[in-house]
């Protein structure tokens, strides 16, 4: 293969349609909640408000990617091409959940819900970034400042938890 088609290959590779990445989301959102709801009975008292409100968060954001992909007005936006972000091997594989077991310890709920608000927030504030102004970019933009509250008040609670002996 020569170099122009190795770049315009790897160019290639660098993209996806704004339907495939809100396929994308739309799964990782689902997982979320499917996950943290299942967690829900299995966590001590002191964090399972916490998870109750991150089921429900997610299902909120499912609920939003879902309502956005059945808008008729999106369709002019739902081929775009927008570069992949940096961060979208994080939050693909952020599908992938965890055993925790049946007496998860609160640290790793923690750390678990860290790392995925975390890959969220880097995911949906890059995608912002990287389309056009419209119903899409509005969506993304609110969903990486949502994600970065849950991140700054998952720390602050971790730090309550972890490091000071509890809430």
Do not use: C, W
Not at 93 to 115: S, Y
């Amino acid at each position: 293969m020569t170099e122009g088609h190795s770049s315009g290959y790897e160019r290639l590779q660098s993209k996806k349609s704004l339907a495939e990445i809100l396929e994308i989301a739309v799964e990782f959102e689902r997982t979320a909640r499917d996950f943290y709801t299942d967690l829900i009975p299995k966590v001590s008292k002191q964090i399972r408000y916490l998870v109750e409100e991150l089921a429900e968060e997610e299902q909120h954001h499912f609920n939003l990617f879902n309502e956005l992909k059945s808008r008729p007005d999106i369709e002019q936006y739902i081929h775009a091409m927008v570069d992949t972000p940096a961060s979208d091997q994080r939050f693909s594989d952020a599908i992938q959940l965890p055993d925790l077991g049946e007496k998860p310890d609160d640290q790793a709920v923690l750390q678990f819900a860290l790392g995925r608000e975390h890959a969220a927030m880097e995911q949906y504030r890059s995608l912002a970034e990287s389309t056009d102004e419209g119903p899409i970019k509005a969506l993304f933009l609110f969903l990486a400042n949502e994600e970065t509250l849950h991140k700054n008040q998952l720390e602050k609670l971790y730090y309550e938890t972890i490091h000071s002996g509890g809430v």
